[in-house]
C-alpha cells in the first residue's frame, strides 16, 4: 500500500527501481514532504476526472455554503449584542421626572375640586390616575396619543350615558357601555384603555347623573387637558435634565 500511495503522488518521483535502491523509509519521507492532496485526488493520481464546469460549479456551491455559514455567525454576534435593559439600568431622571409629575397632576386636580366642590362632582376619578400612569411613564406608547385619549375619553364617556338612560343602573347597562366602547375604539382606532372605564363610573356614580351628557366633556375630558399640559413639561425634563 505504501507502494502504491508513493506511486500516485505527484512530484514525489519514486518507482518501483528507485523503491528497490533507495528503500522503503527513504520513500516514505519523501511523501511526507509531499503536499496533502484529498482522498478523492490521491485515488486519481492527482486528477480531478471533473469538467471545468463542474469544478465551477463545485465552487459556486462552496461559496453560497461559506457566505451562509459567515451570515449566520453575523447574526449570532449582533444576537449577543443584543442585551435586555435592567431596571438596574434606569436613570434616576427617568424614575424622578415621571413621579414628580404624576404627583403634580394630582395635586392639581386636587385644586380644582376645590373649585368644582359645589357642584358635587370631583376631578379626581380613578380613569385619570391610569392617564397619568399612560402620558408620563409611557409617553410614546399609543394609548397616549392625543387623538386617541380625547376620542376615546369623549366617547367612551358618551356610551356611559347613553347606556344608564336606556337600560338603567345595574350590570346590563354596565355590560352594553363596556362593550360598545371596545367596538367604539376599535372602530375609530382610538386604543385608550382608561376610558373603558369611565361608563361603569357614571353608571355606579350618582353624583355625576346630573351631568347628563355633559359627562362627555367633564370630568374625563377636562382632566385629560390639565394631564397632557404637564406631561409636556415631564418629557421636557427628561429630554433635557438627565442624572
Same mark, same amino acid.
Not at 51 to 79: H, M, T, W, Y
Not at 175 to 191: D, E, H, K, N, P
Given at each position: 500500500? !505504501?507502494?502504491?500511495?508513493?506511486?500516485?503522488?505527484?512530484?514525489?518521483?519514486?518507482?518501483?527501481?528507485?523503491?528497490?535502491?533507495?528503500?522503503?523509509?527513504?520513500?516514505?519521507?519523501?511523501?511526507? %514532504?509531499? =503536499?496533502?492532496? =484529498?482522498?478523492?485526488?490521491?485515488?486519481?493520481?492527482?486528477?480531478?476526472?471533473?469538467?471545468?464546469?463542474?469544478?465551477?460549479?463545485?465552487?459556486?456551491?462552496?461559496?453560497?455554503?461559506? +457566505?451562509?455559514?459567515?451570515?449566520?455567525?453575523?447574526?449570532?454576534?449582533?444576537?449577543?449584542?443584543?442585551?435586555?435593559?435592567? =431596571?438596574?439600568?434606569?436613570?434616576?431622571?427617568?424614575?424622578?421626572?415621571?413621579?414628580?409629575? !404624576?404627583?403634580?397632576? #394630582?395635586?392639581?386636580?386636587?385644586?380644582?375640586?376645590?373649585?368644582?366642590?359645589?357642584?358635587?362632582?370631583?376631578?379626581?376619578?380613578? =380613569?385619570?390616575?391610569?392617564?397619568?400612569?399612560? /402620558?408620563?411613564?409611557?409617553?410614546?406608547?399609543?394609548?397616549?396619543?392625543? &387623538?386617541? #385619549?380625547?376620542?376615546?375619553?369623549? +366617547?367612551?364617556?358618551?356610551?356611559?350615558? /347613553?347606556?344608564?338612560?336606556?337600560?338603567?343602573?345595574?350590570?346590563?347597562?354596565? +355590560?352594553?357601555?363596556?362593550?360598545?366602547?371596545?367596538?367604539?375604539?376599535?372602530?375609530?382606532?382610538?386604543? %385608550?384603555?382608561? !376610558?373603558?372605564?369611565?361608563? /361603569?363610573?357614571?353608571?355606579? +356614580?350618582?353624583?355625576? %347623573?346630573?351631568?347628563?351628557?355633559? &359627562?362627555?366633556?367633564?370630568?374625563?375630558?377636562?382632566?385629560? @387637558? @390639565?394631564?397632557?399640559?404637564?406631561?409636556?413639561?415631564?418629557?421636557?425634563?427628561?429630554?433635557?435634565?438627565?442624572?
Amino acid at each position: 500500500m !505504501a507502494l502504491l500511495q508513493c506511486q500516485s503522488l505527484p512530484g514525489i518521483g519514486c518507482s518501483g527501481i528507485a523503491l528497490a535502491r533507495a528503500g522503503v523509509q527513504q520513500c516514505l519521507a519523501a511523501a511526507s %514532504h509531499a =503536499p496533502l492532496l =484529498p482522498p478523492l485526488l490521491r485515488a486519481n493520481g492527482g486528477r480531478t476526472g471533473r469538467s471545468p464546469a463542474s469544478v465551477k460549479a463545485g465552487n459556486a456551491i462552496g461559496f453560497g455554503r461559506r +457566505g451562509r455559514r459567515d451570515l449566520r455567525v453575523v447574526a449570532e454576534a449582533a444576537a449577543a449584542k443584543v442585551t435586555p435593559v435592567s =431596571p438596574g439600568g434606569v436613570s434616576i431622571s427617568d424614575v424622578l421626572w415621571p413621579s414628580a409629575g !404624576a404627583f403634580l397632576a #394630582m395635586a392639581a386636580l386636587g385644586k380644582l375640586d376645590q373649585v368644582v366642590a359645589y357642584k358635587g362632582v370631583s376631578l379626581t376619578i380613578a =380613569p385619570l390616575g391610569a392617564v397619568c400612569c399612560v /402620558l408620563f411613564s409611557a409617553p410614546d406608547s399609543p394609548a397616549a396619543k392625543k &387623538y386617541n #385619549m380625547f376620542v376615546a375619553q369623549i +366617547g367612551c364617556a358618551a356610551l356611559g350615558v /347613553l347606556a344608564l338612560s336606556l337600560f338603567g343602573p345595574g350590570w346590563l347597562a354596565r +355590560g352594553a357601555a363596556l362593550s360598545a366602547c371596545i367596538a367604539f375604539m376599535t372602530i375609530t382606532g382610538a386604543t %385608550h384603555p382608561p !376610558a373603558a372605564s369611565l361608563p /361603569l363610573l357614571f353608571i355606579d +356614580g350618582p353624583k355625576f %347623573h346630573n351631568l347628563q351628557f355633559w &359627562y362627555a366633556l367633564f370630568p374625563g375630558a377636562a382632566g385629560c @387637558v @390639565v394631564l397632557c399640559l404637564i406631561q409636556e413639561v415631564v418629557v421636557y425634563l427628561k429630554k433635557n435634565f438627565k442624572f
